[in-house]
């Protein structure tokens, strides 16, 4: 894939209730506030900023060519209600990546990781021309499993250990879904 350029990454990805935009070094305090008010509500789910320099590493971790995030901001208010990310993005044969978003305390249970992740997938599938995303999942996690399958994802198994998140490693659903299914999803 070649470097980004201002015509790689959106500006802005506009929704109905939500648009995504790109994560800016200003958002630190508010990410490093609605991550961390979700570590300590989502144990074991979600993983603690720890500063300003860690949330600088992960903000740098997306400027490579493999990934991408957004800010999922409220179209009402311009409030920050969470990121969503496109990474480990794979040319070649494979065309494909792994999303993952977050939506912070206060905002839960509104649709907007519904809206977000239709957004990131029409980016993913139209503008980047990835064939297959996958979502992984811990499956005590009811909200976000809710959230992949109102999108047309499909389980494909489990995964033991996947990720280590709060020093254990946990195991996750593995979901996927493919261009091709999505163009039939979307027009539900």
């Known amino acids: 894939m070649p470097a ?21 070094r200003s958002d630190a305090t508010v990410m490093i506030g609605l991550t961390n008010e979700s570590a300590r509500r989502f ?18 971790r997306f400027e490579g060519d493999d990934s991408y995030c957004f800010m999922i901001c409220r179209r009402e208010d311009d409030k920050i209600v969470g990121s969503i990310s496109l990474f480990e993005i794979i040319r ?50 009811l909200a976000s499993l809710a959230t992949v399958k109102r999108a047309g994802f499909t389980c494909e198994g489990n995964s033991r250990g996947f990720l280590k998140i709060s020093g254990k490693w946990r195991d996750h659903e593995r979901w996927a879904i493919l261009t091709e299914d999505w163009r039939v999803y979307r027009r539900k």
């Open 4 to 24: 980004k350029t201002a015509k790689a990454i959106p500006t802005i990805i506009d929704g109905q209730r939500v648009y995504l935009r790109p994560l800016a």
């Open 43 to 60: 144990p074991g789910v979600i993983r603690r900023l720890k500063g300003k320099a860690q949330f600088e590493k992960l903000r740098k």
């Open 92 to 141: 070649l044969s494979r065309q494909n990546g792994v999303v993952g978003y977050m939506i912070g305390v206060p905002f839960l249970r509104q649709g907007y990781a519904t809206e977000a992740l239709r957004l990131i997938l029409s980016f993913a599938f139209l503008k980047l021309k990835l064939h297959r995303i996958e979502a992984n999942i811990q499956s005590h996690n």
